[in-house]
T-cell receptor, first 117, second 115 residues
Framework: GAGVSQSPRYKVAKRGQDVALRCDPI?????LFWYQQALGQGPEFLTY????????KSGLPSDRFFAERPEGSVSTLKIQRTQQEDSAVYLC???????????????FGPGTRLTVL | QKEVEQNSGPLSVPEGAIASLNCTYS??????FFWYRQYSGKSPELIMF????GDKEDGRFTAQLNKASQYVSLLIRDSQPSDSATYLC???????????????FGQGTILTVHP
């Protein structure tokens, strides 16, 4: 079956532009996560959805970052007025798990590499 | 102090040797641990997960968890050049007997297996 897909794979933005990053999770996966990975570092948690509900957004670095998953499947991470420090790889992951059960392993998409000039 | 700490390496081992990767964590609420492999320019790929104290073996890989010492390790036996990658340790909290929340990652250990 298909894995997690993300688009675009690469995005170059001028400082101040808005960007939208898309994630298609594995079909049937309840949980969806966004992570940010800087060069040479491990991924850092941004936000978590269970179906369409955003249960944790504690990792979003500022109010310029916004995520949604309106129908409980595809998710979009939006960054407004991009800054150079937003340059990173944005990873999406999905899993079957929820508080009521299911396997907790997260499977990652290929990521979107964002470069802000 | 980061919640999950790894020696960033690089760790270099000869082909056929055992590679030992270590990880410590500070959050005693973490109950599930995951090892991911990440090749340069690629996304993390799950190798092993462990929830209980002790050892868990899968092929050439053995994960070890010691909750009292807050220590997780990954052993790779008969290391191959194709194992050369960054290895990420991650912890998660549990609820309802399963891990469903966010992963907290270490910074990763770079492993090089030389022929």
């Amino acid at each position: 079956g298909a894995g997690v897909s993300q688009s675009p794979r690469y995005k170059v933005a001028k400082r101040g532009q808005d960007v939208a990053l898309r994630c298609d999770p594995i079909s049937g996966h309840v949980s969806l996560f966004w992570y940010q990975q800087a060069l040479g570092q491990g991924p850092e948690f941004l936000t978590y959805f269970q179906n369409e509900a955003q249960l944790d957004k504690s990792g979003l670095p500022s109010d310029r970052f916004f995520a949604e998953r309106p129908e409980g499947s595809v998710s979009t991470l939006k960054i407004q007025r991009t800054q150079q420090e937003d340059s990173a790889v944005y990873l999406c992951a999905s899993s079957l798990a929820s508080p009521s059960g299911g396997r907790g392993e997260q499977f990652f998409g290929p990521g979107t590499r964002l470069t802000v000039l | 102090q980061k919640e999950v700490e790894q020696n960033s390496g690089p760790l270099s081992v000869p082909e056929g040797a055992i590679a030992s990767l270590n990880c410590t964590y500070s959050d005693r609420g973490s109950q599930s641990f995951f090892w991911y492999r990440q090749y340069s320019g690629k996304s993390p790929e799950l190798i092993m997960f462990i929830y209980s104290n002790g050892d868990k073996e899968d092929g050439r890989f053995t994960a070890q968890l010691n909750k009292a010492s807050q220590y997780v390790s990954l052993l790779i036996r008969d290391s191959q050049p194709s194992d050369s990658a960054t290895y990420l340790c991650a912890g998660a909290r549990n609820a309802g007997g399963t891990s469903y929340g966010k992963l907290t990652f270490g910074q990763g250990t770079i492993l090089t297996v030389h022929p």
